[in-house]
């Protein structure tokens, strides 16, 4: 099972990727969560990436590109995978192909006014773990059930900033709706609803697909 989430930013992909990497056992990929990891270590590509990332910015291709080469070249992701916020540009989706096949990318549509209610109720840990103060929150207010470790709103959740990511989306990453499309890979999935009500609409569509 080689997939591809897309959706604007918020609209649960990473929460989805992980569950479908639960289901199929595959790893989870997923860019924004690998450049955060570099930037709380303080390593070059993290510096590199967070300049672009607290902005909404994209991180250039050529980074991200390199980047997902060598995660792909990991033993584990020889079963499969499921990337999530890669590729987010056509240059991305071409360098993709030469590196591996596809089965299917989802496309996750989500409303203006989900995304944002979605986004200002995000909550993270450092480890990755995501809550939602409305929709899913942790048992002990502020700290994560898995690790204990304190959750904290991500700096690219300021509003100023969610207006520039969605801007990104809508200019650099929409057309790869079409560019899939054409490619006869794309499963257009309706992301509102809970968190369970989304899943099963997504392995539906792929099970009836694959
Ligand atoms: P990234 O981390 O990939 O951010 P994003 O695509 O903007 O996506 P988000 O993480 O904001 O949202 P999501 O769709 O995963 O939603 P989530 O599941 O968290 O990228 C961040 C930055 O990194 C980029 O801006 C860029 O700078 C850089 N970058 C990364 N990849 C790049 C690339 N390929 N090229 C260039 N630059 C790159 O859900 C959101 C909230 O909603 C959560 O609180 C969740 O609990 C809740 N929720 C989810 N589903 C539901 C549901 N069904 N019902 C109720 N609540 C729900």
């Known amino acids: 099972m080689r997939l591809v989430l897309l959706g604007p930013p918020g609209a649960g992909k990473g929460t989805q990727a992980a569950r479908l990497a639960a289901k199929y056992r595959i790893p989870h990929i997923a860019t924004g969560d690998m450049f955060r990891a570099h930037a709380a270590r303080g390593t070059p590509l993290g510096r ?7 902005s909404g910015a994209l991180v250039p291709d050529e980074v991200v590109i390199a980047m997902v080469r060598e995660r792909l070249a990991e033993p ?3 079963r499969g995978f499921v990337l999530d916020g890669f590729p987010r540009t056509v240059p991305q989706a071409e360098a993709l192909e030469e590196l591996t096949e596809i089965d299917a990318v989802v496309n996750l549509q989500v409303g203006p006014e989900v995304i944002i209610e979605r986004q200002a109720g995000r909550r993270s840990c450092p480890r990755g773990h995501v809550y939602n ?3 899913h929150p942790p048992r002990r207010p502020g700290v994560c059930d898995v690790d204990g470790e304190p959750l904290v ?7 100023e ?3 520039q990511r969605l801007r990104e989306y809508e200019e650099k ?3 790869l709706v079409d ?3 054409r490619k006869s890979l794309l499963v257009t999935v309706h992301g509102e609803g809970s968190v ?3 899943f099963y609409r997504i392995t539906e569509a792929l099970e009836a697909r694959l």
């Open 161 to 163: 900033v969610v207006r």
């Open 173 to 175: 990453t929409k057309p």
């Open 179 to 181: 560019y899939y499309h």
């Open 196 to 198: 369970d009500e989304v």
């Open 48 to 54: 590199q990436a967070k300049g672009h990332m607290d």
């Open 76 to 78: 584990d992701a020889r």
């Open 153 to 159: 709103q991500r700096e690219d959740d300021k509003p």
């Open 133 to 135: 103060l409305r929709t």
